[in-house]
């Protein structure tokens, strides 16, 4: 017997899904896909995610555009391509899953490790601080192997590239999408 947060309304499919991902990833259909689960057999983090490369791909031909939103395979995917490489239909996962990200985004699901990570970029220029006895080893270490001195970027030219890409406007909706829901 199925529990009631199992069971999916019509009301819940958005039908039109498949289309519109398919019409931005031109000749690479999504309707191609055969289910055939050869990208989930390659699949590099298939232990750690909640829906296999296949799944989500199922789940967007139905509909359940929230299912697939709400899952971590969209974010835990490493995109090392092996599932594009292997799929005999050709269907384009790896390209899939940069739609269905930005999608999340636009929407609001953003995991806090990504929101930690850009803020990170945009207060110090590194998703990882660059600074005190980190800076002085990293130097050093580079130092003995011949490597330039890494130059740090320029903040006010990545706060641009926040702002000009719309990022920002994306990262401040979804903080009050989140507040609100």
Not at 29 to 38: D, F, P, R
Request: glycine fraction near 6%.
């Amino acid at each position: 017997m199925a529990k009631n947060q199992d069971i999916i309304k019509s009301t819940d499919l958005m039908s039109d899904l498949r289309y519109q991902i398919t019409n931005q990833i031109e000749g690479k259909s999504l309707l191609a896909c055969i289910q055939c689960g050869v990208c989930s057999s390659g699949c590099t983090v298939s232990q750690y995610i909640d829906l296999q490369p296949h799944r989500v791909v199922a789940c967007l031909l139905l509909g359940l555009k929230d299912k697939v939103l709400n899952s971590n395979a969209i974010w835990y995917c490493s995109l090392c391509h092996r599932c594009t490489e292997r799929c005999p239909k050709s269907v384009d996962f790896s390209f899939i899953l940069a739609l269905v990200r930005n999608m999340a985004v636009k929407e609001g699901y953003i995991p806090p490790e990504y929101e930690v990570s850009i803020n990170a970029v945009l207060q110090h220029g590194f998703t990882v601080p660059y600074s005190g006895d980190m800076k002085k080893t990293i130097d050093r270490n580079r130092a003995k192997f011949g490597l330039p001195e890494i130059i740090p970027p320029k903040l006010d030219e990545l706060i641009f590239i926040v702002k000009e890409t719309g990022l920002e406007k994306t990262l401040e909706d979804a903080k009050k999408k989140k507040k609100r829901g």
